[in-house]
């Protein structure tokens, strides 16, 4: 089993930063694919930012220049610096990752979310 945590979250002015983390945990061997997708109010869920299987890094159009995600392996972490922050990021961020576990099995784990509001 493989829990993923985000954390950091809150609520801030516009203009202002938040960083988000996110830790994977339990019987991990590898995170591949890893990243942050966000779910807007009465909107669908869409990617932030990811770190795709071959170690490459894809933004959303939106959050480029803006937004900055890192990962340290050694930890099965991964944060999301998000700066210039404006209201339309207000939503729930969701760590997403794509895990081998010990057994040699992948599966894909979602976190449970982190509620980020950007007030005007």
């Known amino acids: 089993q493989v829990q993923l945590v985000e954390s950091g979250g809150g609520l801030v002015q516009a203009g202002g930063s938040l960083r988000l983390s996110c830790v994977a945990s339990?019987?991990?061997?590898?995170?591949?694919?890893v990243g942050w997708y966000r779910q807007p109010p009465e909107k669908q869920r869409e990617l932030v930012a990811t770190?795709?299987?071959?170690?490459?890094?894809i933004y959303a159009n939106s959050v480029k220049g803006r937004f900055t995600i890192s990962r340290d392996n050694a930890k099965n972490t991964v944060w999301l610096q998000m700066n210039s922050l404006n209201p339309e990021d207000t939503a729930i961020y969701y760590c997403n990752a794509d895990v081998t576990t010990l057994r040699g099995q992948t599966y894909e784990y979602w976190g449970q979310g982190t509620q980020v509001t950007v007030s005007s």
């Open positions: 770190f795709t299987r071959g170690g490459n890094i």
């Open positions: 339990g019987s991990i061997f590898r995170l591949n694919a």
